[in-house]
């Protein structure tokens, strides 16, 4: 079954983007058809990507404001089953823009419908916000993956964005789920993060992936290396996290 994941956390520095590079990556070396969208006017995907075989110069942004042509923003990655759509800062008036367009919260999901046949998995990294362009993506979306970071604070919001999701899923698209909720940047040896973990086994125990991102060095230098973290070193805890996530979705 095709999905169309979501990663979201209206909190930044949960390991947003991290997961949807890797998750993307894990995915095509699974030799899963996977596109990756860069949704976030910080284009911090789109940086963490800059040594990744990127030639296609255009953005999301192209697509969005007004030529429809998703194809022409697509670009070939160093990896042959993932394909990748770059942001910039030009995204940030792309709400201003569509104010006053009609059905805008459809807008990403007009141009995902020319191509998601050809892909299995498309995977789209949203801004830290509950904005005008993350309701375009929740509309485009079958499912929503939540990372959260192993600390107290990270769990504030996590129920007011779960109350966001199901007003979508009401009054907009109703094939609308929740995939899991990943515990991201997770230390065995901090008793914090297993009171975290804890919590959240309590209030989302059947939300919660059995796969937990540890925090990893080597998962943190990739993208100032510009690939994702099983091209710079695949034998790192962050690569092998990834790709138990990714295996964990396919089943």
Do not use: W
């Not at 020319?114 to 499912?143: R, V």
């Amino acid at each position: 079954m095709k999905k169309i994941i979501s990663i979201l956390n209206q909190k930044g520095g949960v390991g947003k983007t991290t997961t949807a590079i890797n998750l993307a990556a894990s995915l095509a070396i699974l030799e899963k058809k996977t596109l990756l969208i860069d949704f976030d006017p910080q284009a911090n995907a789109t940086t963490g990507l800059s040594n990744f075989g990127l030639e296609n110069d255009f953005s999301i942004y192209d697509a969005m404001s007004g030529n429809g042509n998703i194809k022409s923003v697509i670009s070939e990655t160093s990896l042959e089953y993932m394909h990748f759509i770059k942001s910039d800062t030009n995204l940030v008036g792309c709400e201003v823009e569509l104010v006053n367009v009609q059905n805008r919260e459809k807008t990403l999901l007009k141009l995902i419908n020319k191509i998601k046949k050809n892909y299995q998995y498309i995977i789209i990294d949203c801004p830290p916000s509950l904005g005008l362009l993350t309701l375009n993506s929740l509309t485009a979306s079958t499912d929503v993956l939540i990372p959260i970071q192993s600390e107290f604070f990270a769990l504030e919001g996590l129920k007011s964005l779960q109350e966001t999701i199901d007003i979508v899923k009401e009054n907009i698209n109703n094939k609308l789920s929740i995939l899991g909720i990943l515990i991201t940047m997770h230390s065995k040896r901090l008793k914090l993060s297993k009171k975290v973990e804890n919590l959240l086994k309590k209030d989302f125990k059947n939300k919660l992936f059995q796969t937990k991102i540890n925090r990893n060095i080597r998962l943190a230098e990739a993208p100032d290396d510009g690939k994702p973290a099983i091209m710079y070193d695949v034998n790192c805890s962050g690569a092998k996290n990834y790709m138990q996530l990714a295996m964990e979705i396919i089943k």
